[in-house]
């Protein structure tokens, strides 16, 4: 059974930078059938989406977060990571990983548990 | 950008009834169009993918139909454990892009 388990500061300070890692087991991050994504939740709102990364290095961010996001895939641990800089309140949520399939309707179909992130001043 | 409208965000309902849920794109995502409950403090399960085809797993009162741009969730005979959020999400432009729909709670009557 394919488990995501997030980890990462539950605490950053305005204008750092945030990085979080999801660790992939029962399965592998080199799989040539899944994206793996990153999808928030601010306190009491929906979902939004910020990124995708594949095996091959290719990444994907929603373009609502420019250049302060990055998204990569570790092959040799298996897992991936996110990298959001200058981060302000607004970027407080929880951060979930997620496997996306690239088929099938292409759904998240495997969630961590989330991570709440809280920024401060 | 797609954009969704999800309708209604909350309801009103009762254990044994019916419910309906809409989400409506944009533009047309064709049957990229998936899903998801959830509950307090957990992270999103994914019901239905592909606007209609039921995880395994999932009980047979959930059923998901539409494509193009309008599309329905139903739970038919609400059980107590159907108490959350839901979620439709388009992923026509996937990986580059994904969106979420607002959300709809179903509240005890």
């Known amino acids: 059974q394919l488990q995501l388990q997030e980890s990462g500061p539950g605490l950053v300070k305005s204008s750092e930078t945030l990085t979080l890692t999801c660790n992939v087991s029962g399965g592998s991050v080199s799989s040539s059938t899944h994206y793996w994504g990153w999808i928030r939740q601010s306190p009491g709102k929906g979902l939004e989406w910020i990124g995708n990364s594949y095996y091959t290095g290719a990444s994907y961010n929603n373009p609502s977060l420019k250049s302060r996001l990055s998204t990569s895939v570790d092959t040799s641990n298996n897992q991936f990571s996110l990298k959001l800089t200058s981060v302000t309140a607004a970027d407080t949520a929880v951060y979930f990983c997620?496997?996306?399939?690239?088929?099938?309707?292409?759904?998240?179909?495997?969630w961590g548990q989330g991570i709440l992130v809280t920024v401060s001043s | 950008d797609i954009q969704m409208t999800q309708s209604p965000s909350s309801l009103s309902v009762s254990v044994g009834d019916r419910v309906t849920i809409t989400c409506r794109t944009s533009?047309?995502?064709?049957?990229?169009l998936n899903w998801y409950q959830q509950k307090p403090g957990k992270a999103p399960k994914l019901l239905i993918s592909?606007?209609?085809s039921l995880q395994s797993g999932v009980p047979s009162r959930f059923s998901g139909s539409g494509s193009g741009t309008e599309f329905t969730l139903t739970i038919s005979n609400l059980q107590p454990d159907d108490f959350a959020t839901y979620y439709c999400?388009?992923?026509?432009?996937?990986?580059?892009?994904?969106?979420f729909g607002q959300g709809t709670k179903l509240e005890i009557k």
């Open positions: 999400q388009q992923s026509y432009n996937s990986p580059r892009m994904y969106t």
């Open positions: 533009q047309t995502v064709n049957n990229y």
């Open positions: 592909t606007a209609s």
């Open positions: 997620a496997r996306g399939q690239t088929y099938s309707g292409r759904p998240f179909d495997y």
